[in-house]
């Protein structure tokens, strides 16, 4: 069997960038698109480094990156959609990962989009979205940890789910 992370079980791997990003390859993680409705309109991200908080009240967590577009859109409506994506959905995965060099609005154009409590933009056809009001942000590093209360659901709870891992998607 190959070891991708150690060459030896016991060897201690310095946890430096390759090493690191290697590791976190491992994992298999679901994959979401986050969005808002920001002031230049709508705006959204794929992003996998999403967790549950806390059930009560219904609190959630999603890392990005400082430089994003959906951070800013974010921390100006003070909300943002978590829609968990379905084994269907691995091209709009790509879409919202800036893989089809496309941007804003016309990311939103292969999918159909409804809202719910907040006005972030919620798909339609998502295994459950979680709608937020931002509540507090943290800086971490390159990163914001964004913290919502969860204050709407919806998805259609059907059908396989969409992981990253590996570098690639799959089916669960
Ligand atoms: C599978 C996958 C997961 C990703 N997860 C995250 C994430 O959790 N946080 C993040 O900041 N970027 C993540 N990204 C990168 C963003 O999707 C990408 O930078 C996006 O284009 C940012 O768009 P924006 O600048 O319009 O917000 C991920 C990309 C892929 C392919």
Redesign the pocket.
């Known amino acids: 069997m190959t070891k991708l992370v150690q060459a030896e079980p016991r060897a201690i791997v310095a946890p430096g960038g390759p090493a690191f990003r290697q590791a976190m390859a491992q994992i298999a993680?679901a994959?979401h698109v986050v969005t808002t409705l920001g002031p230049a309109g709508r705006?959204?991200?794929?992003?996998?480094?999403?967790a549950s908080v806390s059930d009560e009240p219904p609190t959630m967590l999603?890392?990005?990156?400082g430089?994003?577009?959906?951070?800013a859109a974010i921390e100006s409506s003070g909300s943002f959609c978590i829609n968990t994506l379905s084994d269907t959905h691995e091209e709009l995965?790509?879409i919202?990962?800036?893989?089809r060099n496309l941007?804003?609005e016309a990311r939103f154009a292969t999918a159909d989009w409804i809202t719910l409590a907040t006005g972030a933009p919620v798909l339609a056809e998502a295994l459950v979205s979680f709608d937020c009001r931002l509540i507090d942000v943290h800086l971490v590093a390159t990163?914001r940890i964004l913290i919502g209360e969860v204050v709407a659901l919806g998805g259609t709870g059907l059908g396989g789910g969409l992981v990253?891992r590996r570098r690639g998607?799959g089916a669960v």
């Open positions: 993680s994959v705006a959204g991200m794929t992003a996998t480094s999403v999603v890392c990005i990156e430089a994003s577009r959906t951070l995965a790509a919202f990962a800036k893989r941007d804003g990163h990253y998607f």
